[in-house]
């Protein structure tokens, strides 16, 4: 699908419907090929894989504060690489998008407000700024901020990685006993398992009830267990399941 008349490729680095892990790296070289820039929405991703944006091609990554980064809702942050960066020309210029905003003059230890912004001369900002519309929800930010802290006290290369795959593929393991049907492809998944339920609600529901949190959506139920989660949880909703089951036979 990607051709010559490519513009832009835009592809979840996970996918939040079924965790597949895309294969971004070949994704991004033939889009290069083709002329065409890269784009990677990696909100199921950052926090619990290691990313390179170099390594892996990306010329954009976008992602949210909310889901493993476990952050409040409202922050969001955006990768643009050098190249792209010099070519991006926005239609649309916020006040803190302009080369003199209110950041740029706390830096230079100006007076915030002495001068007035000149809106008929204003200049695009020079760095990523020029991509910043309006004023920063700074609650967001400085929750987010906590919560990155937390994870890193913890975290270590590849640690989440590798335990939340332990818990991920113990319990793809017993789905099958189970009789239900894993629409995630474990050859290349990343923290999140889906399977196949006629009637998710009812089962997020009855789960619910028992302590555990899962997100149903249509035709299937989808679990995403962090680095706080156990080997005990994952045996706990297995449990749940097999009663559940059980009980609809």
Request: glycine fraction near 8%; aromatic fraction near 10%.
């Amino acid at each position: 699908m990607i051709d010559d008349n490519t513009a832009v490729v835009f592809v979840d680095y996970v996918s939040w419907i079924t965790g597949y892990r895309e294969r971004i790296r070949e994704i991004a070289e033939i889009a290069h090929a083709r002329g065409a820039v890269l784009i990677s929405d990696a909100f199921h991703a950052v926090g619990v894989l290691p990313i390179d944006v170099v390594k892996d091609g990306i010329d954009a990554l976008i992602t949210g504060s909310y889901k493993w980064l476990l952050g409040p809702h409202g922050a969001g942050f955006v990768y643009v690489n050098d190249e792209l960066m010099d070519k991006l020309k926005p239609s649309l210029l916020g006040w803190m998008g302009i080369d003199d905003n209110q950041v740029s003059r706390r830096l230079r230890n100006e007076k915030l407000f002495e001068r007035p912004i000149d809106i008929g001369t204003y200049v695009p900002a020079k760095d990523a700024a020029r991509l910043e519309w309006g004023t920063w929800p700074i609650i967001a930010f400085e929750g987010t901020l906590a919560s990155m802290k937390l994870l890193l006290r913890y975290e270590v290369p590849h640690r989440f990685e590798e335990h939340t795959k332990r818990l991920v593929e113990r319990l793809a393991n017993s789905l099958g006993d189970l009789g239900l049907r894993i629409t995630t492809p474990l050859d290349s998944h990343a923290a999140i398992l889906t399977f196949e339920y006629s009637e998710p609600y009812d089962l997020a529901e009855f789960l619910s009830r028992n302590g555990i949190v899962v997100s149903p959506r249509p035709g299937i139920i989808r679990v995403s267990p962090h680095g706080y989660n156990t080997i005990e949880d994952i045996e706990k909703l297995i449990d749940a399941l097999r009663i559940y089951i059980k009980s609809r036979t």
